[in-house]
């Protein structure tokens, strides 16, 4: 154990800790997303990583510069989460390349700098927001999940289809009256379908919004949840399946 997991709370260690007693699909506070965390520090990061997927992020992680723009060449991402003071590949040469591919990704840099002139470089090099350590675990969270509302479209307050909607921003499912004991995958799933508004979603985008680069793109994930959605969803079926072309809720 490194000194470095003291910038977490003990809480922020256990993210189930901070969750328990809340309800089921409440946590998230907000949509799916997939997220990018670089920092050295192997416990510090498989801490913030496991934390990250209980609140229903999809999450990749780096332990260098190198990788970190290795991740960002092949996938996308919502938000990166990038400590400044990175081996090798400094984290200030990431961020500049990042902010020079225009790519949408929004970066949220960590760094045991506190001064403010260290900051003020931080977001000159592109950065669009700044964290120093010690961090609470909830205010990262809350962080993260702002850039990622700012790094795509809004979506509305709730998302529908007949009698059956989706509260983003409370991760909350109601058919016809009745909450739906969905899983975090589930609800990212049905997140996705939704607000495809009619589009069929192809099982590789899924797989790339709702998973992070250890699921394996040839197994049946995907179909294996969405059938599990279908049953929870219950009679009428709603979610339809399109040959060759994807899964879709509606017509567009």
């Known amino acids: 154990m490194t000194e470095n997991v003291t910038w977490l709370s003990p809480a922020a260690c256990d993210p189930g800790e901070q969750a328990a007693g809340m309800p089921w699909g409440t946590r998230s506070g907000g949509r799916a997303m997939r997220v990018l965390v670089t920092e050295d520090d192997e416990i510090l990061a498989t801490a913030l990583a496991a934390g990250l997927r209980r609140e229903g992020m999809a999450v990749d992680v780096a332990l260098d510069g190198a990788a970190a723009l290795e ?9 990166v989460v990038l400590d400044r003071d990175l ?10 390349a990042l902010a020079a591919g225009r790519s949408g990704t929004r970066v949220l840099m960590l760094t045991a700098a506190r001064s403010v002139q260290e900051r003020v470089e931080g977001l000159g090099l592109g950065a669009d927001d700044y964290l120093p350590k010690p961090f609470d675990f909830a205010e990262l969270v809350a962080r993260i999940r702002a850039l990622g509302r700012r790094a795509v479209a809004p979506l509305p307050a709730s998302l529908a289809h007949g009698d059956l909607s989706l509260d983003p921003a ?4 109601v058919r016809a009256g009745r909450r739906l004991p969905l899983t975090p995958k589930e609800l990212a799933v049905l ?3 939704l607000a495809a508004d009619g589009r069929p979603v192809p099982a590789e985008e899924l797989l790339e919004r ?7 793109p040839f197994t049946s994930t995907v179909k294996t949840t969405i059938g599990r959605l279908r049953a929870k969803l219950g009679d009428p079926p709603v979610i339809q399946t399109v040959r060759e072309s994807g899964y879709r809720i509606g017509e567009p």
Not at 71 to 79: E, P, Q, S, W
Not at 210 to 216: K, L
């Open 71 to 79: 991740h960002v060449a092949v996938n996308r991402y919502d938000v």
């Open 210 to 216: 709702v998973w992070d680069e250890a699921a394996d």
């Open 170 to 173: 409370r991760r909350v499912a």
């Open 191 to 193: 997140e996705c379908l």
């Open 87 to 96: 081996p090798g590949v400094h984290g200030d040469d990431v961020c500049r």
